[in-house]
C-alpha cells in the first residue's frame, strides 16, 4: 500500500469521510439556517433543536408506533416543519418590527425548552436508533472501507442542499422568495401575501433540519444535546459563507467538514477548533464572508 | 380634434374610478398628509405635482396601502381600501411603480419582468410589452441591476402591465432620465392611455407632466390645493411657475 504524506490511506480517506459526512449535516442546517435568515431577519437559535428533535421524532415513531426509517425521513420534516411553523404564527412572527436580538433570544429560549423537556424524559445517556436494514454493510474500494449508510447520507445531503439551491435560484417560486428578501413591501405591493411566505419558508427551513436529525439518528446517537454540540460549530459556517448566501452556506459547509477532517489526519489537537480559527481569519479579512454581499 | 373632444366628454360624464377623500397619513409620529382630496376618472392621466416634500410619493402609498398609519377614504371602482393590506389594493387592480424603481438586483431582467402575479385578465403579453420597450428583450438574463438607469425604469413600468391592473401610480417616472427617454416614456403613457390604462402620475417635470396629462392636482404640505384641466394650462401657467416656485 502508498502512504501519503507519511499517512496510511485507510487512515486518511476514512477521515475525509468523515469530515464529509459531518460535512453534510454542516450544511443542511447552514443552509436551513441561511434561507430563514434572509426572509425573516431572524437568526434562528432553535435549529439545532429542531434538528434534535427530527431525530428523536424518528425514534418515537420506530419506538411507539413500529413506523421505520424511510417513512420518518419523509413524515419526520412534515411534522416538526409543521411545528415550526406554529410557532413562527404564535410567537416569532410578533418580533419582526423589533430588534435581531429579539428574535435570537425568543428562538435561544425555545431551544432551551425543547431540550429540557427531552432530557427529563430520556436522559442525556443517548438512545439507539440502527441502521435500515438495506444499508447495512458497506463496501471495500479498494484504499478504503465506505459504509453504505455513510455513503448514503453524503448523496441524499448533497441532493438536498441541489435540490433547495435549484428551487431557490432557479424557479418562479425561488424568485418570488429572492425578491421579498430584498424588498418585502414591494413584493406585498405587486399582490403577493408576504405574511404567508415568510411563515412557509421558516417552516422549510425547520423540515431541513429536522430531515438532517432523521439522517444523523443512525450516525450519532439520539440525544438531547446533539443539536446543542452541533449548532455552534454550524453558527461558525454560516458566518465563514456569509449571512444569508444559498450557495455559500452549501459550498462552507461541505468545505469546512473536508477541512476538519483532514486536520484530524495531521494536526488532531487542532481539529476542533479549526473551523472557529478560520472564522476569525473570515471575520477579519472578509467580514461579510466568503459568498456574502457587503449591504 | 373631435374626436379628443368626445373622449374628454365621455370621461368626464363617466363616475371616478379612484376617489381619494381627507386622506391622512403618519411617518412614525410625524404627520404628512393632512387630508388629501382627489379624483381620476377611468382612461385619464392624471399628476399629482408640487415641490419635493409636499406628499405626492405619500399619497401614492397611502392609496396602495404600504403606509400602515393612514385615515381618511379611498375607494377605487366605489369599493372602500383603506382598511386592505397592499396585496389586497393590489389584487384590486392597481399596480404601482415606485420612485427607485424596485428593481431586484437578485433577480435577472426576466425574474424581474415576470414577478407580479396576475391579479385581472386581459394584461399585455411579453411579447406586447418588448414591443414597447425592444430594450428589455436583448438583456432578458442580466441581473437586474445592471441595466441602465432608463431600461430600469422600463422594466419597471413593463412589469406592471403583464399584471392586468388597469389603474397604474407612477412615482416619478423620468427622475434622473436623458431627455430622449423622457420622450420614449411619454410616449408610452400616451400609448398606454389610448389602450385605457388610468394613470395617476407624480411629477416635478412639470413640462413633460404637461404633454402627458389630462388634469394637474397641485400638492402642497400635504394637501390638494388646486386642480388645473391640461386645456386651460396657459391661462394658469404664472399660478403654477409661483406653486412650484420655479
Not at chain 1, 425578491?179 to 418585502?184: K, L, Q
Request: hydrophobic share 50%; net charge neutral.
Amino acid at each position: 500500500m502508498f502512504e501519503l504524506l507519511g499517512i496510511p490511506p485507510q487512515a486518511l480517506f476514512g477521515q475525509l469521510l468523515l469530515g464529509l459526512i459531518n460535512g453534510s449535516f454542516y450544511a443542511i442546517l447552514s443552509l436551513g439556517l441561511a434561507v430563514i435568515f434572509g426572509l425573516l431577519n431572524i437568526i434562528n437559535f432553535a435549529h439545532g433543536a429542531q434538528y434534535m428533535l427530527g431525530a428523536f421524532v424518528a425514534w418515537m415513531l420506530l419506538n411507539y408506533l413500529g413506523i421505520g426509517y424511510w417513512w420518518a425521513l419523509l413524515l419526520v420534516p412534515i411534522a416538526v416543519g409543521a411545528f415550526g411553523i406554529v410557532l413562527e404564527r404564535l410567537m416569532i412572527s410578533r418580533l419582526y418590527h423589533l430588534d435581531h436580538l429579539y428574535g435570537l433570544l425568543l428562538t435561544f429560549g425555545l431551544a432551551l425548552i425543547i431540550q429540557g423537556l427531552l432530557r427529563n424524559q430520556y436522559g442525556i445517556s443517548g438512545l439507539p436508533y440502527s441502521i435500515p436494514p438495506q444499508l447495512a454493510g458497506g463496501q471495500n474500494l479498494g484504499f478504503m472501507f465506505l459504509p453504505n449508510y455513510r455513503g448514503w447520507v453524503v448523496v441524499a445531503s448533497l441532493f438536498v442542499c441541489i435540490a433547495t439551491w435549484f428551487v431557490i435560484e432557479k424557479t418562479r417560486l425561488g424568485a418570488y422568495l429572492r425578491a421579498a428578501t430584498e424588498n418585502p413591501t414591494l413584493v406585498g405591493a405587486f399582490g403577493i401575501n408576504v405574511p404567508r411566505m415568510i411563515t412557509l419558508t421558516y417552516g422549510f427551513g425547520v423540515a431541513l433540519a429536522a430531515f438532517a436529525g432523521v439522517l444523523a439518528a443512525p450516525v450519532y446517537s439520539v440525544n438531547p444535546n446533539m443539536g446543542a454540540d452541533l449548532i455552534i460549530v454550524v453558527f461558525a459556517v454560516v458566518v465563514i459563507g456569509g449571512m444569508g448566501s444559498i450557495l455559500g452556506s452549501i459550498v462552507t459547509g461541505f468545505g469546512l467538514g473536508l477541512v476538519e477532517g483532514l486536520t484530524k489526519v495531521f494536526y488532531p489537537e487542532a481539529s476542533s477548533v479549526v473551523i472557529f480559527v478560520i472564522m476569525a481569519i473570515v471575520l477579519l479579512v472578509k467580514p461579510a464572508g466568503l459568498f456574502g454581499r457587503t449591504a | 380634434m373631435a374626436e379628443a373632444a368626445v373622449a374628454m366628454k365621455t370621461a368626464a360624464a363617466s363616475a371616478p374610478l379612484l376617489v381619494v377623500k381627507d386622506l391622512q397619513a403618519w411617518y412614525g409620529e410625524s404627520h404628512v398628509l393632512h387630508g388629501v382630496t382627489f379624483d381620476v376618472r377611468p382612461g385619464e392621466v392624471v399628476t399629482l405635482l408640487g415641490r419635493n416634500g409636499a406628499g405626492k410619493t405619500t399619497t401614492l402609498k397611502s392609496i396602495m396601502g404600504i403606509l400602515p398609519k393612514r385615515k381618511g377614504s379611498v375607494t377605487f371602482q366605489g369599493k372602500e381600501l383603506m382598511h386592505a393590506p397592499a396585496r389586497y389594493v393590489a389584487r384590486e387592480g392597481i399596480a404601482f411603480c415606485p420612485e427607485e424603481r424596485g428593481i431586484f438586483s437578485s433577480l435577472s431582467v426576466e425574474e424581474n419582468l415576470l414577478l407580479p402575479p396576475q391579479v385581472k385578465p386581459g394584461g399585455m403579453s411579453v411579447e406586447q410589452i418588448f414591443e414597447l420597450f425592444p430594450n428589455l428583450k436583448e438583456r432578458l438574463s442580466s441581473q437586474g441591476t445592471k441595466l441602465s438607469g432608463g431600461e430600469q425604469q422600463m422594466l419597471a413600468i413593463g412589469r406592471i402591465l403583464r399584471t392586468g391592473a388597469k389603474m397604474l401610480l407612477l412615482d416619478e417616472p423620468t427622475e434622473g432620465l436623458a431627455p430622449v427617454i423622457i420622450q420614449q416614456i411619454g410616449a408610452t403613457i400616451a400609448r398606454l392611455k389610448q389602450e385605457g390604462f388610468t394613470i395617476v402620475l407624480v411629477e416635478q417635470n412639470f413640462r413633460f407632466a404637461s404633454t402627458v396629462a389630462d388634469r394637474h392636482y397641485v400638492v402642497e404640505q400635504g394637501r390638494v390645493i388646486d386642480m388645473i384641466p391640461n386645456a386651460e394650462l396657459e391661462e394658469n401657467i404664472g399660478k403654477i411657475e409661483a406653486y412650484l416656485g420655479v
